[in-house]
T-cell receptor
Framework: DAKTTQPPSMDCAEGRAANLPCNHS???????VYWYRQIHSQGPQYIIH???NNETNEMASLIITEDRKSSTLILPHATLRDTAVYYC???????????FGGGTRLMVKP | DGGITQSPKYLFRKEGQNVTLSCEQN?????MYWYRQDPGQGLRLIYY???????QKGDIAEGYSVSREKKESFPLTVTSAQKNPTAFYLC???????????FGSGTRLTVV
């Protein structure tokens, strides 16, 4: 499985954009990048996913580099409720297993 | 509303006892998964099932068992062979490999 590397923690001011990086240099051509977040003691929540192109939905934007070796999740206007652990995951070729690393603990501060 | 339900939310068991965690989904998803999460850590895959009556071991299957007799249900049994069972257990389901996973709200198991 392609491994991902994320910074363990980040801070962001409320109302500002939060940019969360993820390195996935061993990703294969047909493997998707998924982002989830987990608020304490709850199940992870799906945010967004992508293959090659940049993606945007009501929650966030996903920017994937042209070589696909890294991506950035953007929360355009972070709120206190966005404080959570954010996981970047790459699906393996079978598409049926997810390995979650430690993620990035995002702290949004007033 | 469609979703995935885990029960109970909190579970206590005595050392040496087996315990079964329930996971039910009404999303008509083929694939289901069990993960374990320890404090401050990411999720580790225990077992997964892509279809009824079939399942595969994940990274940390020792001391656990599962069954998949119905599409909707994927119970996890934590056996007495599991040396350190106290953890947060998460169940998930997926339609297929190109779609995201839906997670349950988790069961927190404590061995006393």
């Amino acid at each position: 499985d392609a491994k991902t590397t994320q910074p363990p923690s980040m801070d962001c001011a409320e109302g500002r954009a939060a940019n969360l990086p993820c390195n996935h240099s061993t990703i294969s051509g047909n493997e998707y990048v998924y982002w989830y977040r987990q608020i304490h003691s709850q199940g992870p929540q799906y945010i967004i996913h992508g293959l090659k192109n940049n993606e945007t939905n009501e929650m966030a934007s996903l920017i994937i580099t042209e070589d696909r070796k890294s991506s950035t999740l953007i929360l355009p206007h972070a709120t206190l409720r966005d404080t959570a652990v954010y996981y970047c995951i790459v699906l393996n070729n079978a598409g049926n297993m997810l390995t979650f690393g430690g993620g990035t603990r995002l702290m949004v501060k007033p | 509303d469609g979703g995935i339900t885990q029960s109970p939310k909190y579970l206590f068991r005595k050392e040496g006892q087996n315990v079964t965690l329930s996971c039910e989904q009404n999303l008509n998803h083929d694939a289901m998964y069990w993960y374990r999460q320890d404090p401050g850590q990411g999720l580790r895959l225990i077992y997964y099932s892509q279809i009824v009556n079939d399942f595969q071991k994940g990274d940390i299957a020792e001391g656990y068992s599962v069954s998949r007799e119905k599409k909707e249900s994927f119970p996890l049994t934590v056996t007495s062979a599991q040396k350190n069972p106290t953890a947060f257990y998460l169940c998930a389901s997926s339609r297929d490999k190109n779609y995201g996973y839906t997670f349950g709200s988790g069961t927190r198991l404590t061995v006393v």
